[in-house]
């Protein structure tokens, strides 16, 4: 009988040794963005109504990205069915600029689609609307 106790006391044992073990670290990663979009507005700051966001896109060392197409959708999270979507047009020098009515104030997300050859990158960012 001491025999069964003492090997289902060592089975429970290592049981619980085994639950509270620490997981695996995981290895480092180091994420980069594949393309940066940095957003300008005129009039700034963003009013309501009508405005025009302008992009400036760069890829990951910092150069220009030009002959893109850019899809620019926006939508108004806390007002269901509020948004807008539309091909941003280039400009040169790695913009591209869309006219858009932002007809409620708050906080709005921007959903910026970039694709040129392979390049397919899509980020959504925020944009407050004064």
């Given at each position: 009988?001491?025999?069964?106790?003492?090997?289902?006391?060592?089975?429970?044992?290592?049981?619980?040794?085994?639950?509270?073990?620490?997981?695996?670290?995981?290895?480092?990663?180091?994420?980069?963005?594949?393309?940066?979009?940095?957003?300008?507005?005129?009039?700034?700051?963003?009013?309501?109504?009508?405005?025009e966001?302008?992009?400036t896109?760069?890829?990951?060392?910092?150069?220009?990205?030009?002959?893109?197409?850019?899809?620019?959708?926006?939508?108004?999270?806390?007002?269901?069915?509020?948004?807008?979507?539309?091909?941003?047009?280039?400009?040169?020098?790695?913009k591209?600029?869309?006219?858009?009515?932002?007809?409620?104030?708050?906080?709005?997300?921007?959903?910026?689609?970039?694709?040129?050859?392979?390049?397919?990158?899509?980020?959504?960012?925020?944009?407050?609307?004064?």
């Amino acid at each position: 009988m001491r025999k069964f106790i003492f090997i289902s006391l060592l089975v429970a044992l290592s049981v619980l040794l085994a639950a509270c073990g620490g997981a695996a670290t995981p290895a480092e990663t180091t994420s980069s963005k594949q393309v940066n979009i940095k957003v300008e507005t005129s009039p700034t700051p963003a009013t309501k109504g009508d405005i025009e966001l302008i992009f400036t896109i760069t890829d990951a060392s910092g150069a220009l990205i030009e002959g893109a197409k850019v899809d620019v959708s926006a939508e108004h999270p806390a007002m269901a069915g509020m948004g807008m979507s539309g091909l941003a047009t280039e400009q040169g020098g790695g913009k591209y600029s869309i006219k858009a009515n932002f007809s409620d104030a708050g906080d709005w997300v921007l959903t910026i689609d970039v694709r040129k050859g392979e390049l397919d990158y899509k980020e959504d960012i925020e944009l407050p609307i004064q």
